[in-house]
């Protein structure tokens, strides 16, 4: 590359931050449910579902607690909340027919 110049050109600037409830306040929640159910989706996929169901347990716990704040982001989140289960059951259910009434009380 004798010769060349390279350049960078920066498009835009972003605010970084270690704080973590600076991250949480800002949070976009419907970013972090399509990560989830992305997830949720691979981790069943690959027939892994107790792994899928940990997963599932940690982030929602975390969302209930230090993310989902006010009104307007728990009441999001209760819906989120809902059609996640619907669809580990769903999951469960597929790949496992035989403990299916289990899997429903699970989520219950």
Known sequence: MAGHKIMRIITSENQATMQ?????????LGVVH???????AAYSKAGQAT????????????IKKDVAVGEELAA???KFETKNKKANIA?????????SSTVKK???
């Open 20 to 28: 973590k409830g600076v991250a949480e306040k800002d949070v976009k």
């Open 34 to 40: 399509a990560r989830i159910a992305q997830q949720t």
């Open 51 to 62: 792994k899928m169901e940990s997963y599932n347990r940690g982030w929602m716990d975390y």
């Open 76 to 78: 999001k989140n209760v």
């Open 91 to 99: 999951f469960q259910m597929k790949s496992k027919p035989a403990v």
């Open 106 to 108: 699970n989520y219950e």
